[in-house]
């Protein structure tokens, strides 16, 4: 594992070091507001010590809420992205930050303070002579505690399409690349002792008095500060490129795929950019809001998942609907679908095969007798969709023992080791002709055709019509065997989704 790490780190030196810089743009942004504001929230609340007790508990209870849940509070508001990971890791950092400033003041001893009145120093003169810079030490201690915190924390911002070596960790789940995934959450424990390295110099500098250490002090925190603004500018600056288009795609090896191969087309067939946010954690009830915000302009879909879940139409979605949803599309949101891919991935159930034997099963129906000693799995989305698994239950009579609910890259491991009994598969998975599964058959018919296509925001498209001839040529370049064996090679021959997409195109005669 540490040599595949390694090379892995040397090949693709380029991809984590934009990762690494993403990471620190994000948690270094955050760190700066929370020290902005918790060091004035600190010092006001020593001040006024009658505000203390209400203050803490605010920012105690928001401390308590889980980082996941303060991210899906956020997105309605805030939308998907960095300017939400940024809020939420303000929102955490705020705690040790007011604490320490708080607590280093409030235990000054009273007998300084009493001595610096007698002798006609003014209160502001008492806070920034005295109060603060004997209250350092353990405010510098509430500030290493959140940078670290901080950095650590920043992982989780990729679940919502924010940058970040979080990416690396979730890609490498979702493509079941462990090394990928050791080796980000290696990179995020480094970045953040070196942080702590560079704080606690900066500590030790703080203890010298001397004029000439005083100079240099000076010196540093000007380059620190130039230091930061340059992370958090250029990100700024990245991101109001003109003529970008931003395409997202769902946590799932196929969609990294197609995600990879929009990239190099568009980019290869017009002058455009392109500003790929990779397994936006959430799928759908994620990339859809975005896209009616304008956050995003493009993405990868499935017809079943729009019919059922976007429109929140009743029924079974057959392809015969597709101009029925295309015109609901275009007047309700101002979207429309344009290059269908041509493979059909939609969801299936399997089962381990030495449960399949011992219970006899081969159909879905089959189930309703073995359920109650069953485990379910499925990705989170899977529980809530309007085609899932409630209206699976309810169709086929199913009533399961207990339900699991899993990251899409994790089902396989799952069921290989015994965790879940029965899972939600898709047809086009990779890992499906290497796991010692059955899939049953959906003897009701119960889900509907999912045609891969992308939906794209209608005021992009007229604004570009030149990504009409990109989308020609994607049109049938998939079937489902095709992208079965893209998924096998991600998945199981642990090749990369852009080699995969660049070769995959090359055979296709689309690359010049």
């Given at each position: 594992m540490l040599q595949e790490m390694w090379s892995m780190l040397t090949q693709r030196t380029g991809f984590f070091l934009n990762l690494a810089w993403e990471h620190l743009e994000i948690s270094l942004l955050a760190?700066?507001?929370?020290?902005?504001?918790?060091?004035?929230?600190g010092i006001l609340i020593s001040e006024y010590q009658k505000s203390s007790k209400p203050a803490l508990g605010v920012i105690n209870f928001l401390y308590t809420i889980p980082s996941i849940s303060m991210l899906g509070f956020l997105i309605p508001f805030s939308g998907i992205g960095n300017a939400t990971a940024v809020i939420a890791l303000t929102v955490y950092a705020l705690l040790p930050m007011v604490r320490n400033t708080h607590t280093g003041i409030t235990n000054i001893d009273p007998a300084l303070l009493e001595a610096a009145k007698g002798m006609g120093s003014t209160r502001l003169q008492i806070l920034f002579k005295i109060k603060l810079p004997l209250a350092m030490p353990v405010v510098m201690s509430g500030i290493r505690n959140m940078v670290t915190m901080t950095i650590a924390l920043t992982g989780i911002a990729s679940?919502?399409?924010?940058?970040?070596?979080?990416?690396?960790?979730?890609?490498?789940?979702?493509?079941?690349?462990?090394?990928?995934?050791?080796?980000?959450?290696?990179?995020?424990?480094?970045?953040?002792?070196?942080?702590?390295?560079?704080?606690?110099?900066i500590e030790k500098r703080m203890k010298k008095r001397s004029a000439k250490s005083k100079r240099t002090n000076r010196i540093l925190a000007v380059a620190a500060v130039v230091l930061c603004a340059g992370v958090v500018g250029g990100g700024i600056l990245a991101s109001q490129k003109k003529d970008t288009i931003h395409i997202a795609?769902?946590?799932?090896?196929?969609?990294?795929?197609?995600?990879?191969?929009?990239?190099?087309?568009?980019?290869?067939?017009t002058e455009l950019d392109v500003q790929l946010t990779q397994g936006v954690g959430g799928g759908t009830s994620n990339i859809q809001p975005a896209m009616e915000k304008g956050e995003f302009d493009l993405y990868p879909e499935y017809t079943g998942t729009g019919w059922n879940m976007v429109l929140k139409r009743e029924g079974l979605y057959t392809e015969n609907l597709f101009d029925e949803m295309q015109a609901a599309y275009q007047d309700?949101?101002?979207?429309?679908?344009?290059?269908?891919?041509?493979?059909?991935?939609?969801?299936?159930?399997?089962?381990?095969?030495?449960?399949?034997?011992?219970?006899?099963?081969?159909?879905?129906?089959?189930?309703?007798?073995?359920a109650g000693q069953l485990t379910f799995g499925a990705e989170y989305d899977f529980f809530e969709r309007e085609d899932g698994y409630d209206a699976l239950c309810e169709t086929y009579g199913l009533r399961f023992k207990n339900t699991v609910d899993l990251d899409i890259g994790l089902k396989y491991q799952a069921i290989n080791q015994g965790k879940i009994d029965v899972m939600?598969?898709?047809?086009?998975?990779?890992?499906?002709?290497?796991?010692?599964?059955?899939?049953?058959?959906?003897?009701?018919?119960?889900?509907?055709?999912?045609?891969?296509?992308?939906?794209?925001?209608?005021?992009?498209?007229?604004r570009h019509p030149e990504l009409e001839s990109v989308?020609?040529?994607?049109?049938?370049?998939?079937?489902?065997?095709?992208?079965?064996?893209i998924n096998y090679e991600v998945e199981t021959e642990g090749k990369e989704p852009r080699a995969v997409a660049e070769a995959f195109l090359q055979n296709a005669g689309l690359l010049q």
């Open positions: 760190i700066l507001i929370a020290i902005v504001v918790g060091g004035l929230v679940f919502i399409g924010a940058g970040g070596l979080g990416v690396a960790i979730y890609r490498g789940i979702t493509t079941n690349n462990a090394a990928m995934t050791m080796l980000g959450s290696l990179l995020i424990a480094a970045l953040a002792l070196i942080m702590d390295v560079i704080l606690g110099f795609t769902k946590p799932m090896t196929e969609q990294y795929v197609l995600g990879e191969m929009l990239d190099i087309l568009i980019e290869q067939d309700e949101l101002q979207l429309q679908w344009i290059g269908m891919y041509g493979f059909n991935n939609t969801y299936g159930l399997a089962v381990r095969r030495e449960i399949a034997e011992q219970y006899g099963l081969k159909t879905y129906s089959d189930l309703k007798a073995a939600v598969i898709f047809t086009t998975d990779g890992q499906l002709s290497v796991s010692d599964v059955v899939v049953l058959e959906d003897d009701q018919s119960f889900y509907p055709s999912y045609l891969c296509g992308n939906v794209i925001r209608t005021e992009v498209l007229e989308f020609e040529k994607l049109t049938g370049i998939l079937s489902d065997d095709a992208m079965a064996q």
